[in-house]
């Protein structure tokens, strides 16, 4: 689904993540875990294009991604959120989802303009999906508030519908457990196997709660200082040394 070589981006002398790969498989949820600036959100610009990697490239779905638009990427199927939630908050949550949606619009200018049935007729499946999305992430009854009216929660549920919206094949998760509390923790984790369930989907996930990760992945990276440092199943990572001396600073032995 998505394949990574040797991605490397410096910044002025600074390595901030240094032969990076990474081989996502169909229907498999995978997470990259790492302590505080060890290179995770670059390595997801990276692989979404907002940043151009120094070296390497990026395959999705065998296609090469890496230097086309972010929008291109997002209308072949990959689509993520943020790790600072970017709503549109001053528009409904309706039409946070239908914005989206417009990137896989059939109908021209022209239609639009002098409303013939075939923009009719797709508005109102736009529409029809757009509520079916919200229903999914529970925020069907809070269609025409205001973003910005959202709790924090709630504004990381739109954030995951709204890449929904996009289609995608791969869906990559920027922190979406930060701000939440266990109970919302816990319920984001169904709703991602449930998506993942539904839609056939492949998810990347980064984030900070290593239980969080620990539950809900199949396969797991581990980034200390840009470099991968361990990867595997759950019990595999939870177990290497590495990985316990760059989270808590000193070896198996005195872990």
Same mark, same amino acid.
């Given at each position: 689904?998505?394949?990574?070589?040797?991605?490397?981006?410096?910044?002025?002398?600074?390595?901030? #993540?240094?032969?990076?790969?990474? =081989?996502?498989?169909?229907?498999?949820?995978?997470?990259?875990?790492? &302590?505080?600036?060890?290179? @995770?959100?670059?390595?997801?610009? %990276?692989?979404?294009?907002? #940043?151009? &990697?120094?070296?390497?490239?990026?395959?999705?779905?065998?296609?090469?991604?890496?230097?086309?638009?972010?929008?291109?990427?997002?209308?072949?199927?990959?689509?993520?959120?943020?790790?600072?939630?970017?709503?549109? @908050?001053?528009?409904?949550?309706?039409?946070?989802?239908? #914005?989206?949606?417009?990137?896989?619009? $059939?109908?021209? *200018? *022209?239609?639009?303009?002098?409303?013939?049935?075939?923009?009719?007729?797709?508005?109102? /499946?736009?529409? +029809?999906?757009?509520?079916?999305?919200?229903?999914?992430?529970?925020?069907?009854?809070?269609? +025409? +508030?205001?973003?910005?009216?959202?709790?924090?929660?709630?504004?990381?549920?739109?954030?995951?519908?709204? /890449?929904?919206?996009?289609?995608?094949?791969?869906?990559?998760?920027?922190?979406?457990?930060?701000? %939440?509390?266990?109970?919302?923790?816990?319920?984001? %984790?169904?709703?991602? =196997?449930?998506?993942?369930?539904?839609?056939?989907?492949?998810?990347?996930?980064?984030?900070?709660?290593? &239980?969080?990760?620990?539950?809900?992945?199949?396969?797991?990276?581990?980034?200390?200082?840009? $470099?991968?440092?361990?990867?595997?199943? &759950?019990?595999?990572?939870?177990?290497?040394?590495?990985?316990?001396?760059?989270?808590?600073?000193?070896? /198996?032995? +005195? /872990?």
């Amino acid at each position: 689904m998505l394949e990574a070589a040797n991605l490397t981006k410096k910044y002025k002398g600074l390595t901030a #993540v240094d032969s990076y790969s990474l =081989r996502v498989l169909p229907g498999r949820i995978h997470g990259l875990i790492g &302590p505080n600036g060890a290179g @995770k959100t670059t390595v997801f610009n %990276m692989l979404t294009s907002l #940043v151009e &990697p120094t070296e390497g490239r990026v395959l999705f779905r065998g296609e090469p991604i890496t230097g086309k638009r972010p929008d291109r990427i997002a209308k072949l199927g990959l689509a993520r959120t943020f790790q600072n939630i970017r709503l549109f @908050k001053e528009l409904t949550v309706l039409d946070n989802i239908l #914005v989206a949606a417009q990137i896989h619009k $059939q109908y021209g *200018f *022209f239609s639009a303009m002098l409303g013939l049935p075939s923009y009719t007729r797709e508005e109102k /499946a736009l529409h +029809h999906n757009a509520i079916r999305l919200l229903e999914e992430v529970g925020l069907a009854g809070l269609a +025409h +508030h205001k973003a910005r009216s959202l709790s924090y929660g709630n504004q990381r549920k739109l954030e995951i519908a709204r /890449a929904l919206a996009l289609a995608p094949k791969l869906l990559l998760l920027d922190e979406p457990a930060a701000g %939440m509390n266990p109970n919302e923790s816990m319920e984001l %984790m169904g709703m991602i =196997r449930s998506i993942r369930d539904r839609y056939d989907l492949s998810i990347l996930v980064i984030e900070h709660d290593i &239980p969080f990760v620990m539950q809900l992945c199949e396969h797991i990276q581990v980034l200390n200082y840009g $470099q991968l440092i361990a990867e595997g199943n &759950p019990e595999e990572v939870r177990s290497n040394p590495e990985v316990i001396k760059a989270y808590l600073g000193r070896s /198996a032995e +005195h /872990a």
